[in-house]
């Protein structure tokens, strides 16, 4: 790579690491401050916190990745133009092509980042997360039962202990159970513990007990139990065991549910749009190239942005558009998420066509 190719290179490559670093952080803004009310609310450690933040980071790069790429580039050429460095590049007879070749460099390998990061470390790190809160939630429900209180930690149920020792074992409990409405029930038993079951979900494990419960028609019923299970978040709270949603599914488990057919619109709709987010990164590439490479004076440069970001508007209003048609079945997903990139690369090629 020449001393020429190096500069541009950089100069794009500096531009790009700080539009990331303010764009991620101000994108970042809402969901952390969603995070820190849930970690204050069951009063997790600082350590958790940091965590949840870095988890939820890869998810938003799948929008900041391109939009940084995209005015780390213009803000880059735009002041090689207004150093008049642009003009003595294309009056020493360089052409689109020999300025853009070393910053097209950095638009593939800020693709295949976002590629990596679609395909990899979102999903993964999505379901971590929710892994992570109900993990969270349910260390909240031990941390706040109190021996001798009626405590309601849990939606729906009240839990009365006699004692609870050190090691989280509970003697003399009194459960009253109103998630049913039509047959609450009240347990009593003589020491329990939580635990998570099979499928990962908080539950209770009672000891020499007895269950009484009223059915619709008035009458009562009692069952005397040496050891009962209860199951403590059939309301789908965040103590239920993670499911994984699409955006968490892997590669490998992305074409197994394309084939089957309960799911495979959603699968489908899926593998789209990660492959059209990863592409909309290297056509944002481009388009600053393209826009950014032509000599402007400083009024030129202003109407230069206002250009870029109405046609940003127009783009992800399609694409906004064409995934609700394509989650409502209106609209097939290989149509309703490559339509704007097919669209925007044509400006594209018309764009570089007119300068060369």
Not at 21 to 46: H, S, Y
Not at 75 to 102: F, K, M, T
Not at 192 to 197: E, P, V
Request: proline share 3%; charged share 15%; with cysteine.
């Amino acid at each position: 790579m020449s001393r020429l190719s190096r500069y541009l290179f950089t100069e794009c490559a500096l531009a790009f690491m700080a539009a990331l670093l303010i764009l991620t952080g101000l994108v970042l803004l809402a969901p952390a401050m969603k995070l820190f009310d849930f970690w204050a609310a069951r009063g997790g450690e600082w350590l958790d916190m940091l965590w949840m933040v870095g988890l939820v980071t890869p998810r938003l790069l799948a929008v900041t990745l391109p939009m940084s790429l995209l005015v780390g580039i213009l803000v880059a050429l735009g002041r090689l133009s207004h150093d008049s460095e642009l003009v003595v590049l294309h009056g020493s007879g360089l052409s689109l092509y020999q300025i853009g070749r070393p910053i097209a460099l950095l638009v593939m390998l800020v693709t295949l980042a976002s590629a990596v990061s679609n395909w990899l470390w979102a999903p993964q790190a999505h379901f971590l997360l929710m892994q992570l809160k109900r993990e969270m939630s349910a260390e909240a429900v031990h941390l706040t039962l109190k021996a001798e209180t009626f405590n309601r930690s849990i939606p729906g149920l009240t839990l009365y202990i006699r004692q609870q020792d050190d090691n989280g074992r509970m003697n003399g409990l009194l459960i009253h159970d109103k998630r049913n409405e039509q047959e609450p029930s009240t347990l009593m038993a003589r020491s329990g513990r939580f635990y998570h079951n099979a499928q990962g979900n908080l539950s209770l494990f009672l000891e020499q007990g007895s269950r009484h419960s009223r059915k619709g028609d008035g009458t009562l019923r009692q069952i005397d139990f040496a050891t009962y299970d209860m199951v403590l978040n059939t309301d789908g709270s965040p103590l239920t065991a993670p499911v994984k949603e699409a955006i968490d599914w892997s590669i490998e488990e992305l074409q197994e549910r394309m084939q089957q057919p309960s799911v495979a619109h959603e699968a489908r709709s899926e593998w789209h749009r990660r492959w059209s987010v990863s592409i909309m990164t290297a056509i944002f590439g481009l388009l600053a190239i393209v826009v950014g490479s032509v000599v402007r004076g400083r009024g030129g440069r202003s109407n230069q942005m206002v250009i870029v970001g109405g046609l940003m508007v127009g783009y992800f209003l399609l694409t906004m558009g064409g995934e609700l048609l394509v989650k409502r079945q209106l609209l097939d997903p290989l149509s309703g998420f490559w339509l704007p990139n097919m669209l925007l690369s044509l400006l594209v090629l018309h764009l570089a066509r007119r300068m060369t």
